[in-house]
């Protein structure tokens, strides 16, 4: 995957990324579940880097 891995995901981004509701990356925020996350000036953020090693830490093979 080519890109810049410096790159911050809004929680919107990630919801449209997943498919989930803004509500659900709330959630799991609350349970501490996914991945992490930065907090800046009140806004969350996700790391690109974090995002691709949650994803990668849960795929499933067949």
Same mark, same amino acid.
Request: glycine share 8%.
């Given at each position: @995957?080519?890109g810049d891995?410096?790159?911050?995901?809004?929680? $919107?981004?990630?919801?449209? $990324?997943?498919?989930?509701?803004?509500? !659900?990356?709330? $959630?799991?925020?609350?349970?501490?579940?996914?991945?992490?996350?930065? !907090?800046?000036?009140?806004?969350? $953020?996700y790391r @690109?880097?974090?995002?691709?090693?949650?994803?990668?830490a849960h795929?499933?093979?067949?």
């Amino acid at each position: @995957m080519t890109g810049d891995l410096r790159i911050c995901l809004t929680q $919107r981004d990630l919801a449209v $990324r997943w498919r989930v509701s803004g509500r !659900t990356l709330e $959630r799991w925020r609350a349970q501490r579940y996914g991945p992490a996350w930065i !907090t800046i000036g009140g806004s969350i $953020r996700y790391r @690109m880097s974090d995002v691709l090693a949650w994803e990668t830490a849960h795929l499933t093979q067949p």
